[in-house]
């Protein structure tokens, strides 16, 4: 049996929204029946092995793919970009499909979860682009009605509605409704030239036939035109270029992205769930933390009633305290962010990883053009030394000051050389100062690209599945980073780019330098005066206040992640809601010692040495999961705020027998050396 599609004509959308306080636009909403046969909620019929499976799946016709299609291949990337997908690392054991606590139905395939999928846009005020917000709201077969639950499943980094389905599992597992809203980043792409955008499903037409029904499109403009016609093939991407600043929004977009899934479940059963009868847990990885977070935050109403959140980006206020590992120097977070964090590292990262320590690490290896960029610095006086072993140190003083720690230092290679920092700085820069894409902020914008790195129209078959395969920020789905004004520019920005400045491929040194300034505020003329007081506005409106109004919550963060680092975010953030909230607090902070950022990439990019180095944090959310679901319902205990100190596998691969061993469970009683604490304003973490 085929799913089965139902369109609602406008006209009854805006009816059934007016009657039941749907937050969705009218004539957006789609509801689709999967029978857990040929297709299902959580894995679109892969099942364990096509999520495990190396390629991703493809499309009859490679350059119109149905909507089913481009649901499958968004499905299977999303799902790989939060869980190690290998057998050996847990896959099929400790998480996926056919894993132990999967369901099972009568009449469909094992591993595969039957129900319905209600999928709309939400309603976007606060742009003056086409700006719809993609949501989705999964009803399992099992739902029970008579115990009715709700997962909000944030979409982590800038992903789309389906960005938060590995975190989705545990409630279709549970038999609890799972929302999927989008944050305002999504994979709305926009291609200039030609005039393409993508629609709901993620299927690409002119923007103009479009119209509003577009997930992202820039208004047409006179600057708009100019800047297209001297700049071709260029791209603006939502999160970029939407002039909302949307993570300052996130937490009222999971808000209704609730509220979407309260009315999906009325519609479904013919029954009211509201607050009251429904137990709703924020749930989230990454910037997906971060969104259910601020969404409990802002919760005024009491729709949530619980958070379980791994590695939150999440900005908060300075507070009165500091914070101290072991018997480490105490340190104090205020007045940095994520953002502090992407400019920092991008200047000073590629010289960095050249410091004692990092011979060895992953992704490690000569990199001339990160022995230029301490050169370029050097001769810029932003580092010491008149060696490079000096230079590399200078550098990577500069992270240590701003609370970057000795156990991040594996990942100064590996995330420079992925590009990590180059790219979101691009993004984030925009977004917090509401540039428009003409605007060119730092000579830096967004294309395809030809073989020898200049700009290009992007292909039609990597156009048609760009929704599918794009995580939010370039370099993503054929879609780049350019250097507008590199001496040999406009030009793919990397290895290959020379800086004007410098006349040398020191990873465009000006660029960093550029973006960088809009932090510090240094070496600033008029308009980058106002360029800095755009970014700095957007830097603020996105601190979060800790205040989680005294309801239970879970964060878990991995010491080594060398994204975003727990000093700034978790670790102070626990302390700022400690401080703010005091013997009202209900928040539990586990730190994982052996955890970082990236559990996808665990048994892959990451592999050391040695085999495998880090534990996955996906494991903990699940106990965790269990664990405040446990809490709400029955009354047990919380996790108790603590460190855990797993032991990576190396070359073994998890057993039933060592996950035990390997993987030792957070408690609610842990031994007296694992206990965090907050004591007279400072927070003591144990080494």
Same mark, same amino acid.
């Given at each position: 049996?085929?799913?089965r599609?139902?369109?609602l004509?406008g006209?009854l @959308? ?7 306080g749907?937050p969705i636009?009218p004539?957006s ?9 040929t297709d299902?909620?959580?894995?679109a ?5 096509g ?6 799946p493809?499309f009859?016709?490679?350059l119109n793919?149905t909507?089913? +299609?481009l ?11 939060? @869980?190690?997908?290998?057998?050996a ?6 998480w ?6 999967t369901p099972?139905f009568e009449?469909a ?6 129900g319905?999928e209600?999928?709309?846009?939400l309603?976007?005020r606060?742009g003056?682009? !086409?700006?719809?917000?993609p ?9 029970n ?6 997962v909000?499943?944030?979409p982590?980094g800038?992903?789309?509605?389906y960005?938060?389905?590995g ?10 409704a ?8 999504d ?6 030239t030609?005039?393409?955008?993508n629609?709901?499903d993620?299927?690409?037409a ?8 577009a997930?992202?499109?820039?208004r047409?403009?006179?600057?708009? +035109?100019?800047?297209?016609?001297a700049?071709?093939h260029? !791209?603006?991407?939502?999160?970029a ?8 929004l996130w937490?009222?977009y999971?808000?209704?992205g ?7 479940l009325?519609d479904?059963?013919?029954?009211r769930?509201?607050?009251?009868n429904t137990?709703v847990?924020a749930?989230g990885a990454?910037?997906g ?6 969404a409990? +935050? ?5 729709l949530i009633?619980?958070v379980v959140?791994t590695?939150?980006?999440? *900005?908060?206020?300075g ?5 101290r590992?072991?018997n480490g120097?105490?340190f104090d977070?205020r007045?940095?962010?994520l953002y ?10 590629a010289c ?6 990092a011979a060895?690490t992953?992704l490690?290896?000569? *990199?001339?053009a ?6 370029s610095?050097r ?5 010491s030394?008149?060696?490079?072993l000096? *230079?590399?140190?200078?550098a990577r003083?500069?992270l240590?000051?701003?609370?970057y ?7 100064i290679a590996?995330?420079?050389t992925l ?6 700085q ?5 977004a917090?100062?509401r540039?428009a894409v003409q605007?060119?902020?730092?000579g ?6 030809d073989?020898?790195g200049?700009?290009? #129209? ?18 993503t789905?054929?879609?780049n980073?350019?250097?507008?004004t ?8 990397g290895v290959?780019?020379?800086?004007s400045s410098?006349?040398?491929a020191d990873?465009?040194?000006d ?8 932090e510090?505020g240094?070496?600033l003329?008029?308009?980058g005066?106002?360029?800095?007081a755009r ?5 603020r409106e996105? +601190?979060t ?7 239970p919550?879970?964060i878990?963060?991995?010491r ?14 626990y302390a ?8 009202k607090?209900n928040l539990?902070y ?10 996808a ?7 050391g ?6 534990a #996955? ?10 664990n ?7 009354g047990?205990?919380?996790l ?7 032991? #990576?596998?190396g070359l ?6 060592n996950v035990?061993?390997?993987? #030792?469970?957070?408690k !609610?009683?842990?031994?007296a050396?694992?206990?965090?604490r ?10």
């Amino acid at each position: 049996m085929q799913p089965r599609l139902l369109v609602l004509a406008g006209l009854l @959308v805006a009816c059934n929204a007016a009657a039941g306080g749907s937050p969705i636009v009218p004539g957006s909403l789609k509801v689709e029946t999967y029978d857990g046969v040929t297709d299902d909620l959580l894995s679109a019929g892969l099942n364990l092995e096509g999520l495990q499976a190396a390629a991703a799946p493809g499309f009859a016709d490679r350059l119109n793919p149905t909507p089913a +299609e481009l649901r499958r291949r968004a499905i299977y990337n999303n799902y790989r970009g939060i @869980v190690d997908p290998v057998s050996a690392g847990g896959m099929g054991l400790l998480w996926g499909p056919k894993s132990p606590g999967t369901p099972s139905f009568e009449g469909a395939t094992f591993g595969l979860i039957p129900g319905v999928e209600y999928k709309a846009y939400l309603r976007e005020r606060h742009g003056r682009h !086409v700006g719809n917000i993609p949501a989705a709201v999964q009803i399992p077969r099992h739902f029970n009605p008579n115990k009715p639950c709700i997962v909000l499943a944030s979409p982590s980094g800038s992903r789309s509605l389906y960005g938060g389905i590995g975190i989705a599992e545990w409630a279709l597992f549970k038999g609890c409704a799972v929302a999927l809203p989008g944050k305002g980043t999504d994979t709305g792409f926009h291609l200039l030239t030609p005039d393409m955008a993508n629609d709901l499903d993620g299927v690409y037409a002119p923007a103009e036939a479009l119209g509003d029904d577009a997930q992202f499109a820039v208004r047409r403009s006179p600057g708009l +035109e100019a800047y297209a016609a001297a700049n071709p093939h260029r !791209v603006a991407t939502k999160h970029a270029h939407s002039q909302i600043n949307p993570e300052r929004l996130w937490g009222d977009y999971a808000l209704q992205g609730i509220e979407f899934a309260f009315w999906a479940l009325q519609d479904h059963f013919n029954r009211r769930f509201d607050k009251k009868n429904t137990l709703v847990i924020a749930a989230g990885a990454s910037n997906g933390g971060g969104m259910s977070l601020r969404a409990l +935050e802002a919760d005024g109403s009491g729709l949530i009633d619980g958070v379980v959140v791994t590695e939150p980006n999440i *900005q908060p206020q300075g507070g009165r305290f500091t914070i101290r590992v072991g018997n480490g120097a105490a340190f104090d977070p205020r007045g940095r962010s994520l953002y502090d964090s992407i400019t920092l590292m991008s200047v000073f990262a590629a010289c960095a990883a050249h410091a004692p320590g990092a011979a060895g690490t992953v992704l490690f290896g000569p *990199q001339p053009a990160g022995v230029n960029r301490c050169i370029s610095l050097r001769e810029k006086g932003l580092i010491s030394g008149d060696t490079l072993l000096d *230079q590399a140190n200078a550098a990577r003083e500069k992270l240590r000051e701003h609370g970057y720690d000795a156990p991040q230092d594996w990942g100064i290679a590996s995330h420079d050389t992925l590009g990590l920092w180059r790219s979101l700085q691009v993004t984030y820069a925009n977004a917090h100062g509401r540039f428009a894409v003409q605007d060119n902020l730092c000579g830096m914008s967004l294309a395809a690209t030809d073989a020898l790195g200049r700009p290009a #129209p992007l292909a039609a078959e990597p156009a048609a599945r760009l929704f599918a395969d794009s995580s939010g920020v370039p370099p993503t789905g054929s879609i780049n980073v350019i250097a507008d004004t590199a001496a040999n520019g406009p030009i793919i920005e990397g290895v290959a780019t020379v800086s004007s400045s410098t006349g040398r491929a020191d990873l465009n040194i000006d660029g960093a330098l550029c973006f960088r300034a809009l932090e510090t505020g240094e070496g600033l003329d008029g308009r980058g005066w106002a360029n800095f007081a755009r970014v700095q506005h957007g830097t603020r409106e996105i +601190e979060t206040t800790g205040r989680l109004h005294g309801r239970p919550a879970i964060i878990i963060h991995g010491r080594q992640d060398a994204l975003v680092f727990p000093n700034l975010h978790s670790r102070a953030y626990y302390a700022l809601n400690q401080e703010q909230e005091r013997g009202k607090s209900n928040l539990s902070y586990i730190e994982v010692t052996t955890g970082q950022h990236f559990d996808a990439f665990v048994s892959s990019l990451f592999f050391g040495p040695t085999g495998v180095q880090f534990a #996955p944090l996906h494991y903990y959310f699940v106990q965790a999961m269990d664990n405040m679901y446990a809490h709400l319902t029955a009354g047990a205990p919380l996790l108790a705020s603590q460190v855990v100190r797993p032991t #990576p596998r190396g070359l073994q691969p998890y057993t039933a027998e060592n996950v035990p061993t390997l993987l #030792p469970p957070a408690k !609610v009683v842990p031994a007296a050396g694992d206990r965090i604490r907050f004591d007279h304003q400072q927070l003591l973490i144990p080494e």
